[in-house]
């Protein structure tokens, strides 16, 4: 089964940087590849989905990367805000009727 | 608001005892999805609905769980005898799922947190 990978310490970035938050996996590449956002006592929001075949996707000041040879994606959040702090889950999507499998996620702190 | 719901927010109950939640998905959604959350864990699949077919259940789905999802609309989640163990966050999500895109990005509920003493 896969096995996913994020950061499990907190990331701690001033405000203005960009935030870099990793996600690795194990076997099979996923047809797509999910990031979401997660705040305290809330359900996961949606925020990106990069195929296999795409290099890399922008939304506003998020870009994701996936390198299939790697077997990781890279999500950014450049000139980050304190509102930005949450916890940060990447889910793999097999296609098909397979569903999601997510990572612990990793929390971000934004500091003023 | 027409984002996914689901009630109660918070169910505290004994060991033992029966609970129910209900999820109501964003209504043009063919998906249902059940979840379990705990601290510092990513979502873990517990079930899905397409349409009002019940297509995967996870292992992590004892026999003690059961969902439904009537009419393709609505889905409950019942948990008998609840344990200790049970205590987590259950979220449910729905989405759009079109064969041929294949892509599935999916739409939470706030949860229902559950303490089981």
């Known amino acids: 089964s896969q096995k996913i990978e994020q950061n499990s310490e907190a990331l701690n970035i001033q405000e203005g940087k960009t935030a870099t938050l990793t996600c690795n996996y194990t076997?099979?590449?996923?047809?797509?590849l999910q990031w979401y956002r997660q705040d305290p006592g809330r359900g996961p929001v949606f925020l990106l989905l990069?195929?296999?075949?795409?290099k890399e996707k922008r939304k506003e000041r998020l870009k994701v990367t996936f390198d299939t040879t790697l077997k990781q994606s890279l999500f950014h959040i450049t000139a980050s805000q304190p509102a930005d702090s949450a916890t940060y889950l990447c889910?793999?999507?097999?296609?098909?009727?397979?569903?999601?499998?997510f990572g612990k996620g990793t929390m971000l702190l934004v500091s003023p | 608001d027409t984002g996914v719901s689901q009630d109660p927010r918070h169910k505290i109950t004994k060991r033992g005892q029966n609970v129910t939640f209900r999820c109501d998905p964003i209504?043009?959604?063919?998906?249902l999805y059940w979840y379990r959350q705990t601290l510092g864990q990513g979502p873990e699949f517990l079930t899905y609905?397409?349409?009002?077919?019940?297509?995967?259940k996870s292992r992590l789905l004892s026999d003690r769980f059961s969902a439904e999802r009537p009419k393709g609309s609505f889905s409950t989640l019942e948990i008998q005898r609840t344990e200790q163990g049970d205590s987590a966050m259950y979220l449910c999500?729905?989405?759009?799922?079109?064969?041929?895109?294949?892509?599935?990005?999916?739409?939470f509920g706030p949860g229902t947190r559950l303490t089981v003493l």
């Open positions: 990069i195929r296999e075949n795409e």
């Open positions: 889910a793999l999507d097999m296609g098909g009727y397979s569903t999601l499998t």
């Open positions: 999500a729905s989405s759009s799922f079109h064969p041929e895109t294949s892509r599935n990005e999916q739409f």
């Open positions: 209504s043009e959604h063919n998906r």
């Open positions: 609905f397409q349409n009002e077919a019940q297509l995967e």
């Open positions: 076997n099979y590449s996923p047809a797509y």
